[in-house]
């Protein structure tokens, strides 16, 4: 039996690309792609799969949610994350959210058959690298290693820091994300409190900065 596969990417040439990649293996079949959360709800749905591949940047939506949302739904539920993000920042994230792997977009053609392979025996699928960093923290060096850096802050402090660097005001912000201006204003101070930074304008500077380095925007 083939385990059916749910891919969520709101790039069609992708999508496109990724089924095809796929479909050629004996032991795996697409059935079903969706490009917003939206789609995804009703393809889980509908169509049952085994597994589901879903980008971290869901054009207005953050794919972390809809991991959180199909873990709850469904215990052990496999998922691979795949984004352009930083691994060192974002992996432990997605695994934190309910996926089991974590691949970088530019590497996704030779890693995602082999994810998918460990993920559906078990296994949890990330880089070396990251494999290393989280046994880091198992050893208490967490305290660290997040003092004063991005991996500090909770998922929706980093939303906020992430449209900060997109040039966003407080009140486009509050508007996005359906949240009071206070509340925008709240998350605002605690993470310039736990990066350490002085006033607005140095939350701006690093804020531009980080987004920048991290590939956020997308088409």
């Known amino acids: 039996m083939k385990s059916k596969i749910l891919i969520v990417d ?15 293996e004996d032991d795996f079949t697409v059935c079903a792609v969706a490009e ?10 509908e169509k049952v799969p085994d597994m589901a591949i879903i ?3 869901l054009a207005d939506d953050n794919g972390l949610d809809l991991v959180e949302e199909l873990s ?3 215990k052990d539920f496999p998922m ?3 984004s352009m993000h930083d691994e060192s920042v974002w992996a432990e994230r997605a695994l934190r959210a309910g996926a089991r792997g974590y691949v970088m977009k530019k590497e996704a053609s030779e890693s ?13 699928h990330v880089s070396n690298s990251m494999v290393s960093l989280l046994l880091n923290k198992l050893q208490g060096d967490s305290d660290k290693q997040n003092t004063g850096t991005e ?23 509050a508007e996005r994300m359906t949240l009071g ?11 310039k409190q736990k990066l350490g930074l002085k006033n607005a304008a140095e939350l701006i500077r690093r804020a531009v900065l980080w987004t920048n380095s991290q590939n956020i925007h997308t088409s």
């Open 10 to 24: 709101d790039h069609p040439i992708f999508r496109m690309g990724m089924k095809e990649l796929i479909d050629q």
């Open 36 to 45: 917003d959360i939206r789609e995804a709800r009703k393809a889980f749905a």
């Open 55 to 57: 980008d971290v940047a």
């Open 72 to 74: 709850a739904a469904r």
């Open 80 to 82: 691979l994350v795949l």
């Open 112 to 124: 995602v058959i082999a994810a998918l392979r460990n993920m559906r025996e078990g296994k949890i």
């Open 151 to 173: 991996e500090s802050l909770t998922e929706r402090e980093l939303e906020v820091f992430r449209h900060i660097g997109a040039g966003l005001s407080t009140r486009e912000i």
């Open 181 to 191: 201006i206070k509340t925008i204003g709240t998350y605002r101070d605690r993470i």
